[in-house]
């Protein structure tokens, strides 16, 4: 599905038309993958529209930047307040996705240039529904696992969220795809289990809750904290160990987390089938927890929820 536009994007610090945020073709990040970036959801809660975990994403966005030594000429406050906007000057009432990236701009070409490159920053917003398949929250998905391998440690960092770490992910999920899936899972190169291509996993096993630690070569997902952190709540044991590839077909359960995936049941790997081959009363459990928050079922006991004030900024958009 083609990106239903928006009338603004926030860019290096303004709001400008949303046909006007353009990069130059000789741009740095184009050619080496040299941009860091967050997914984020907005989501229509009953007092508010409302941005789930924000700072977290933020500090993640920062955090990869470092490891780049990217140095983004925003604070953190300031990136905040731009998700916001792009929120609040769209008029995206419904919820929506947002997507802040920051990226070595156009200057100098080559690798490590002598002279740094100007940092480019921008966040858009536009309105998103579930990223795979709309009856996947409730029937699973078909998955497979990935001949492609996540990159090894020391190579690429899994833990930045940049772009150059998404050509594993394309290949992953362009095989899967492929081969008729909704999504692959790639293994570490230990062979143990890594993450689907832009989604953790989690394992129920005997009531327990597994998953992949972040020495597997992934991304520490803020859905994945958030799964954790509920399952606390819930009183459900939760490991982060190695996962054999084995277990996958031996799990009584299987579910991927994610801001695109939110928490989606998986009813296959590889073709077997797991567990009951729908999704299981843990997974449910954790899901109406994580929506919860949303529609108010939920205690948003850690201040998760980041409410939009969606009158404030439109006039700074003239919209
Ligand atoms: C490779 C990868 N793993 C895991 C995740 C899940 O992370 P989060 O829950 O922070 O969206 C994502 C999505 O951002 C991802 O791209």
Not at 8 to 27: D, R, S, Y
Not at 68 to 94: E, H, K, W
Not at 172 to 196: H, N, P, Q, W, Y
Not at 271 to 297: C, H, M, S, Y
């Amino acid at each position: 599905m083609p990106i239903p536009a928006t009338s603004h994007i926030w860019f290096n610090g303004k709001l400008v038309p949303w046909e006007k945020a353009t990069v130059h073709v000789l741009a740095h990040a184009l050619h080496y993958g040299s941009s860091v970036f967050e997914g984020l959801r907005a989501y229509a809660t009953p007092g508010a529209v409302a941005i789930f975990r924000l700072r977290d994403h933020t500090r993640r966005l920062f955090d990869s930047a470092k490891i780049y030594r990217i140095q983004i000429p925003f604070t953190p406050a300031q990136i905040d307040a731009a998700c916001r906007d792009v929120v609040s000057s769209n008029g995206l009432s419904n919820g929506a996705y947002i997507r802040p990236v920051a990226f070595r701009g156009y200057g100098e070409i080559g690798v490590a240039p002598k002279i740094e490159p100007p940092i480019d920053v921008a966040v858009a917003a536009w309105e998103w529904g579930k990223y795979l398949g709309k009856e996947s929250e409730a029937e699973g998905v078909d998955v497979c696992v990935s001949s492609w391998q996540r990159m090894a440690p020391n190579t690429l960092p899994a833990m930045a969220k940049a772009a150059g770490n998404y050509l594993s992910s394309q290949l992953i999920s362009l095989e899967a795809k492929r081969l008729g899936f909704a999504e692959g899972i790639g293994l570490a190169t230990d062979g143990t289990v890594s993450e689907g291509a832009g989604e953790n996993l989690f394992l129920v096993k005997d009531g327990v809750l597994l998953t992949p630690a972040l020495a597997h070569s992934v991304l520490g997902g803020i859905t994945r904290d958030t799964v954790m952190k509920l399952a606390a709540e819930l009183q459900i044991e939760v490991r982060e160990c190695a996962v054999p590839r084995e277990l996958l077909y031996l799990a009584d359960e299987l579910f991927f987390t994610g801001t695109a995936a939110e928490v989606t049941p998986i009813r296959s790997v590889d073709r077997i089938q797991v567990g009951a081959g729908r999704r299981g009363p843990v997974t449910e459990k954790l899901q109406q927890a994580f929506f919860g928050l949303f529609d108010g079922r939920t205690e948003d006991r850690w201040g998760w929820l980041d409410d939009v004030d969606m009158r404030r900024t439109r006039a700074a958009a003239g919209g």
